[in-house]
T-cell receptor, first 111, second 114 residues
Framework: DAKTTQPPSMDCAEGRAANLPCNHS???????VYWYRQIHSQGPQYIIH???NNETNEMASLIITEDRKSSTLILPHATLRDTAVYYC????????????FGQGTELSVKP | DGGITQSPKYLFRKEGQNVTLSCEQN?????MYWYRQDPGQGLRLIYY???????QKGDIAEGYSVSREKKESFPLTVTSAQKNPTAFYLC?????????????FGDGTRLSIL
């Protein structure tokens, strides 16, 4: 799996957009980008994934640069419940094994 | 609702005792996984199964055992051979090898030693 780099922590004001960056400069052509988040003492929650195109679902938007070396997860209107550790992961779809969770970004949404 | 159910939420083990953690999914997923998470650490893969009656060791399988007799169930036994079992255990499932669909996780079981 390609190595990812994320800032260790970020703050965001409630109601504002939270933009979480991820660098994956060694990503290979068929590796997907996945985002998960983990709220303390809970299991990781899947948020969104993509290959080349930008993606949007009810939780977030994923913007992948044209060279695919970085991506940004956007929470359009952050709430206090979005406070969590956010993980960016890249992997091949035909890998039968593990997800490699790095250190992630600890997002604090403040009133 | 479809999802992954792990039980119990909290579990205590005495020295020398085997304990079994339950994981059930009703998502009709072929693949199931067990991870371990220690405080402040990432997830480490213990075992995974791509299909019924088949499973493979992950990175830290020593001291653990699993079975996959039914598609929806993948129990994990923490044996007395696991010398440092205190951790947060997470079960996940996905559509299986070759799919780009993501793994989905249960809410975990926290195991402690008495």
């Amino acid at each position: 799996d390609a190595k990812t780099t994320q800032p260790p922590s970020m703050d965001c004001a409630e109601g504002r957009a939270a933009n979480l960056p991820c660098n994956h400069s060694t990503i290979s052509g068929n590796e997907y980008v996945y985002w998960y988040r983990q709220i303390h003492s809970q299991g990781p929650q899947y948020i969104i994934h993509g290959l080349k195109n930008n993606e949007t679902n009810e939780m977030a938007s994923l913007i992948i640069t044209e060279d695919r070396k970085s991506s940004t997860l956007i929470l359009p209107h952050a709430t206090l419940r979005d406070t969590a550790v956010y993980y960016c992961i890249v992997r091949y779809p035909n890998q039968g094994g593990k997800l490699i969770f790095g250190q992630g970004t600890e997002l604090s949404v403040k009133p | 609702d479809g999802g992954i159910t792990q039980s119990p939420k909290y579990l205590f083990r005495k020295e020398g005792q085997n304990v079994t953690l339950s994981c059930e999914q009703n998502l009709n997923h072929d693949a199931m996984y067990w991870y371990r998470q220690d405080p402040g650490q990432g997830l480490r893969l213990i075992y995974y199964s791509q299909i019924v009656n088949d499973f493979q060791k992950g990175d830290i399988a020593e001291g653990y055992s699993v079975s996959r007799e039914k598609k929806e169930s993948f129990p994990l036994t923490v044996t007395s051979a696991q010398k440092n079992p205190t951790a947060f255990y997470l079960c996940a499932s996905s559509l299986g090898q070759g799919s780009y669909q993501p793994q989905h996780f249960g809410d975990g079981t926290r195991l402690s030693i008495l």
